[in-house]
């Protein structure tokens, strides 16, 4: 619809204004003059001869404009957080909506916005306004004539005053929800990322509960295992001891038992994953002899911060005798007793390079490492000559936990260490750097020159050597692991030799396996939560992966497919729609992820609220009203246009604030000055005033 204003007069001068400021001056000197010699009624015919020609130049028109109003923007923000979900409010918020929609479409010149907006990402809770910024982001201020907020009041980004939102127009509150709701959670108060692998770790949770007896029982799991229960007292912290017990993630499931009639269940648990990490790695290295790779292995371990080494070198047998005096033959004595019996728990692992059996160790002290073995800990052999001849120490009772015996045989002859088809599938060989660098996939390595020929009785041969040889052999026997190096070439590797190859990475790997790093195992199943999907891994040396039962936080269960992305490793990705725990089983492994924040800010306080958004109501002229849902359809206040006033809000009904604004379609003129009409005007009018002048002088 088209209307048009009322004209108005307007001037767009033929001359510049100070030529018709001068004009001016001189038709009232010419005017005085007349009127001293000829009398006023000269004077006054003077004067109108000379306005109007003024007049003219001034170049005067009647100006009106045909404008077309707009139509009002009325936002209307839907929350749909998970707060929102709970009890009836869903049901609630979308009826209330539709009644919304229905009274502002039968408003005349209106239109609706409706914004739903869902939870925040990282856990940072209900975010309306920013939603309610970008949505009018296009729309000037004053055609914005209300904003209507459809919530439980559960908010975190409520702006200070309407000012700081940019608002001049009402902004009213439809608060779902009832008025009396009872609820328990459980959140975490002081939880720590990180963990030293056997000891405790220490956190704080807080029970807290409307409308409880004052306690509740709190469960604690780790990766899916019952540790015990509390009866835990609410609304206030209690300290919880836990221990760490492997290095990688630690899965930490806090639940406190339901309260009847409670609001919901889904803050009842809370999940912490704490990274269990080892406070240093002792590590004891012993080299039986001086030789160029013994300097390789040190460097190694030294560079590693987290590497606590003691290292020992035979510079020579006991059995050598040149007369060289005692205090002389070493630094310091070799504390065998100390290292091998005493203390032998207190390393994580224990390297042999180039170590033969001579007379320094004696055989009970190979009784205690194969012990140490059997009870978790971690052996790497190093094998030079020494290990084909009489004096090997698979020649000991260290011999039973080996996973291959010396066949006698030294083959000194150049060679290029291949990763094996098994090799391929481990993660401690798989993707080693300039592996697959060649077309027909053969590592660009430098050559080795000496191996040590072996009989291989179990474990896995990662790494082939002259001939096809077995070259590195993985193994664990009972509850320790083994790693057999048949050549003392690495150094080799490290010195560039015929290009060189990645021994920092190698060996840096085959530590690490052998001390349980978790990201190294060649069994696992792991789940990661990133971008609202959950990521499973399934590494296994076998040639196929069995489906993934994955159980997400609800207890609903799904079935997922692996697919191979590289020997040995099977992925899939599977989009998450829930906060929680997520448990995973293939039937033979488990894994647990937590999706979402550890401490949901949505669920943190999940009653309905009416004085979150009350101060801004107040100051937008708007109000805040709850929703009476004891009938099946709620009541809806009333909405109305208000165009004068400061309040927006009665017993019943909200108010929406209409403007004026239009956009200008089009401009009539009609000019006054110009024309025969203007030219007859300034004509009679000089006419007339030469011809009083001119009777005048006659008489």
Do not use: C
Not at 405 to 413: I, K, Q
């Amino acid at each position: 619809m088209m209307f048009t204003d009322l004209p108005s007069l307007s001037f767009s001068p033929l001359v510049p204004p100070t030529v018709l400021a001068g004009l001016g001056a001189a038709a009232v000197v010419l005017m005085l003059a007349a009127i001293w010699r000829r009398g006023w009624f000269a004077g006054l015919l003077r004067g109108v001869a000379m306005a109007l020609m003024i007049g003219a130049l001034a170049n005067p028109a009647l100006v009106s404009l045909e404008r077309e109003p707009l139509d009002d923007i009325v936002a209307v923000i839907v929350d749909r957080s998970a707060s929102q979900k709970l009890g009836p409010r869903e049901e609630q918020t979308d009826n209330v909506k539709a009644e919304v929609e229905r009274q502002l479409e039968a408003l005349p010149g209106l239109e609706t916005r409706v914004i739903d907006v869902s939870e925040g990402d990282g856990g940072d809770g209900t975010r309306l306004f920013g939603a309610l910024g970008r949505a009018l982001a296009d729309v000037p201020a004053e055609r914005v004539a209300g904003v209507i907020v459809i919530t439980d009041g559960v908010v975190h980004d409520v702006p200070p005053s309407a000012a700081a939102l940019g608002l001049t127009a009402p902004l009213h509150a439809l608060i779902t929800g009832e008025r009396q709701e009872r609820d328990r959670r459980v959140a975490l108060v002081d939880a720590p990322r990180f963990g030293i692998v056997g000891r405790n770790l220490t956190m704080r949770v807080l029970v807290d509960e409307r409308d409880g007896p004052g306690t509740a029982r709190l469960t604690v799991r780790r990766d899916g295992k019952e540790l015990g229960s509390i009866n835990a007292p609410t609304g206030q912290p209690v300290p919880l001891t836990i221990p760490v017990e492997h290095p990688g993630p630690n899965v930490l499931e806090l639940e406190v038992e339901p309260l009847a009639g409670e609001l919901t269940e889904a803050n009842n648990r809370a999940v912490l994953t704490v990274e269990g990490v080892r406070d240093k790695l002792r590590v004891l290295l012993v080299s039986g002899e001086p030789h160029p790779g013994e300097r390789t292995w040190r460097n190694l371990l030294t560079s590693d911060a987290n590497v606590d080494l003691v290292h020992f070198t035979i510079l020579r047998p006991p059995e050598k005798q040149d007369g060289t005096p005692i205090n002389e033959l070493s630094l310091i004595a070799f504390p065998t007793r100390a290292l091998f019996q005493e203390r032998i728990q207190d390393f994580d692992l224990i390297i042999f390079d180039r170590y033969a059996n001579l007379t320094v160790l004696p055989p009970v002290y190979y009784d205690n490492i194969a012990r140490y073995v059997r009870e978790g800990g971690a052996l790497l052999l190093s094998a030079g000559p020494e290990f084909a001849g009489a004096s090997s120490v698979a020649r000991t009772s260290l011999g039973e936990v080996l996973p291959a015996t010396p066949d006698g045989r030294v083959h000194e002859t150049p060679f290029r260490p291949e990763i094996s088809a098994r090799g391929n599938r481990h993660p401690v060989t798989r993707d080693l750097p300039g592996s697959n660098s060649n077309p027909d996939d053969a590592p660009d390595w430098g050559t080795w020159l000496r191996q040590i020929g072996a009989d291989v009785s179990g474990g896995e041969t990662l790494m082939d050597g002259a001939d096809g040889l077995p070259l590195l052999v993985l193994s664990r026997f009972e509850e320790g692991r083994i790693a057999l190096l048949l050549s003392d070439h690495t150094w080799l590797w490290a010195r560039g030799f015929d290009g060189g190859g990645p021994h920092v990475d190698l060996l840096r790997r085959l530590s690490h396996w052998l001390m349980l790093e978790p990201a190294l195992e060649e069994e696992a199943l792991r789940a990661f939560s990133r971008d609202g999907s959950i990521s499973i891994e399934r590494q296994t040396m076998a040639d196929s992966a069995a489906p993934v039962t994955l159980t997400a936080p609800d207890g609903s269960v799904q079935t997922v497919t692996l697919e191979q992305v590289k020997p040995g490793l099977f992925s899939a990705i599977v989009v998450n729609d829930q906060q929680g725990l997520y448990r995973l089983t293939d039937g033979t492994l488990s894994a647990f992820v937590n999706a979402g924040p550890d401490n949901p800010r949505e669920l943190a306080d999940v009653f309905s609220d009416t004085q979150r958004l009350a101060g801004l109501a107040t100051d937008s002229g708007g109000s805040v009203v709850r929703i009476d849902s004891g009938n099946t359809t709620p009541t809806v206040p009333r909405i109305d246009l208000v165009r004068a006033g400061s309040s927006f809000a009665g017993n019943g009904w909200i108010g929406l604030r209409p403007g004026d604004t239009a956009v200008i379609r089009g401009v009539r003129e009609l000019p006054l000055g110009v024309g025969l009409i203007g030219l007859a005007l300034v004509i009679w009018a000089v006419i007339g005033a030469w011809l009083v002048e001119g009777r005048r002088r006659r008489r």
